[in-house]
């Protein structure tokens, strides 16, 4: 249904969680049977309303909320670490938290100066995030999920898109975790 120009009208919260909780039911216990992770991206942008849809999964409560609903080894986020710093969460609060349970599944390892609705998507050397804390939280919480550099900025010159970018991307953060581990992995 479309209301005042809204692709899928006016959605309230309750009506988000009861298509979160929809969802969670019919695909958490197909996918614990089939040992499937599904790791839950938060709402990009991390804004309250989204084109007339109410935004349930941008504050740490909510991502709470949305693991609690099927409980499962196999039920779990992808924590955005740019969606997370520009919604003003405390990104290693978030870390020690849903790390301690085991709940985060992949990371977005992506940098951005600014909250919602100014802010801007940078190089991970650039952001307000500090990255090496970031690294070295994940290192206390024994994570042992994916780091995958994500929405880097672009060169001009780089005449394939982002390639240049996603090479220095994978190439900080693999410093990063050579620093933290103290070895070459």
């Avoid at 969606?83 to 085991?102: N, W």
Wanted: glycine share 8%; with cysteine; proline share 5%.
């Amino acid at each position: 249904t479309e209301e005042s120009g809204l692709p899928a009208g006016s959605v309230s919260a309750d009506e988000m969680w009861e298509r979160i909780t929809r969802f969670q039911e019919h695909c958490i216990p197909v996918a614990s049977q089939a040992r499937v992770h599904v790791a839950c991206h938060p709402d990009d942008p991390p804004s309250a309303r989204y084109w007339g849809v109410t935004q349930a999964l941008n504050t740490k409560e909510g991502l709470d909320r949305l693991i609690q609903i099927v409980p499962s080894e196999y039920n779990g986020i992808l924590l955005c670490l740019g969606t997370m710093q520009e919604s003003g969460a405390d990104v290693m609060d978030l870390i020690r938290y849903f790390g301690s349970k085991r709940k985060i599944f992949d990371i977005d390892f992506r940098a951005v100066r600014g909250t919602v609705p100014n802010y801007d998507e940078v190089f991970l050397d650039e952001g307000d995030l500090d990255m090496w804390k970031v690294v070295q939280v994940l290192k206390d919480v024994d994570y042992q999920g994916t780091l995958e550099p994500d929405h880097v900025p672009g060169f001009t010159a780089d005449l394939k898109g982002d390639l240049i970018s996603y090479a220095w991307a994978i190439a900080y953060i693999k410093a990063l975790i050579d620093a933290a581990y103290g070895e070459r992995v």
